[in-house]
C-alpha cells in the first residue's frame, strides 16, 4: 500500500539489515525497557533472521524515500487451546520519531490486515509499543478495544513471595480445626504438632463421638419425669 510518498509491503530476506536500525529504535522506545531489553545485543541480527525464517511470521516495512522508517511484526496464530479461531497477532507496529503523523502507521497496518484476511485470520490482536497516549488513540480510532491487561514481575519476585507465605502443594485446613485438635491433644498430653492422615481423621471422630456422649449425657440429667409414669399419693 502507498499513501503519498510512503510506501508499505512485505520485506524479503534482503531488507533484514535495514529493518535492524528501527528494530533497535523500537527496543529503545518499549516501556518494558531493561526489565526485558539490553542495551545493546549483538545477537540481534540473528535473532531476526531466526524469526523471519519462522512459517507463520510476517515481517512488513514502510518505506519514505528509499529508506525503512516503519514496520510491523506479525504473527500468524492458529486456533489452538485458548482460542477457536484463527488471529494475526502484531507482536510491533513502530514508526520511526521523525516519519510519524504522515500516514506511515495507517500504511503498515494495512498491508498487515491484508495478510491477516489473506491467511483467514479473524482477528487481529496488539499491543501499544510505547504505550504512549498518541498509539493508543490510533488504534481506538481504527476500532482495535481492550482485551485484557498484562502484567510483569520477576519470577525470583513470585519464588520469595511463595516461599514466605508457604509452597502452593501445602496442605492447609482451618484455623478453628487446627485449634480445636491442639486443645484436644493438650487435654490428652499429646504433642501438639497436628496429626496427619488416619491419626487426624481419628482424631476428629473421637471429638465428635464425645461431644455427642456429653449431650445425651446433659439431656439425661436435664429431663422431667414423664407425667404418665408419676403416682399420685391421695
Known amino acids: 500500500m502507498s499513501i503519498g510518498a510512503v510506501r508499505a509491503r512485505l520485506a524479503d530476506a534482503g531488507d533484514l539489515d535495514s529493518v535492524l536500525p528501527v528494530l533497535c529504535s523500537a527496543r529503545a ?7 526485558f531489553i539490553a542495551p545493546e545485543v549483538a545477537a540481534l541480527d540473528s535473532q531476526l533472521a531466526a524469526w523471519f ?3 507463520e511470521s510476517r515481517l512488513v516495512i514502510a518505506e519514505c ?6 514496520m510491523a511484526l506479525v504473527q500468524l496464530v492458529q486456533p489452538g487451546l485458548l482460542c477457536d479461531v ?21 500504511a503498515l497496518l494495512y498491508q498487515s490486515a491484508v495478510e491477516a484476511a489473506r491467511h483467514g485470520a479473524e482477528r487481529m490482536i496488539t499491543a501499544p509499543l510505547t504505550g504512549a497516549r498518541s498509539e493508543q488513540r490510533f488504534l481506538a480510532g481504527l476500532g482495535f478495544l481492550p482485551a485484557g491487561a498484562r502484567r510483569v514481575v520477576e519470577t525470583a519476585s513470585v519464588l520469595r513471595r511463595l516461599e514466605l507465605s508457604g ?3 501445602r496442605e492447609r485446613r482451618p484455623r478453628g480445626l487446627e485449634e480445636l485438635i491442639a486443645r484436644r491433644r ?13 491419626e487426624l481423621t481419628a482424631l476428629l471422630e473421637r471429638s465428635q463421638a464425645e461431644s ?3 449431650q445425651v449425657k446433659r439431656a ?7 407425667s404418665s409414669s408419676t403416682t399420685a399419693i391421695s
Open 29 to 35: 522506545d518499549s516501556p518494558l525497557g531493561p526489565q
Open 53 to 55: 525464517e519462522m512459517p
Open 65 to 70: 524515500d528509499g529508506a525503512t522508517v516503519g
Open 86 to 106: 484463527p488471529y494475526a497477532q502484531i507482536e510491533a507496529l513502530y514508526v520511526d520519531a521523525e516519519h510519524r503523523r504522515r500516514g506511515v502507521g495507517r
Open 167 to 169: 509452597t502452593p502443594s
Open 186 to 198: 493438650r487435654s490428652r498430653g499429646l504433642p501438639e504438632t497436628p496429626a496427619r492422615g488416619m
Open 212 to 214: 455427642r456422649s456429653r
Open 220 to 226: 439425661v440429667q436435664t429431663r422431667r419425669p414423664d
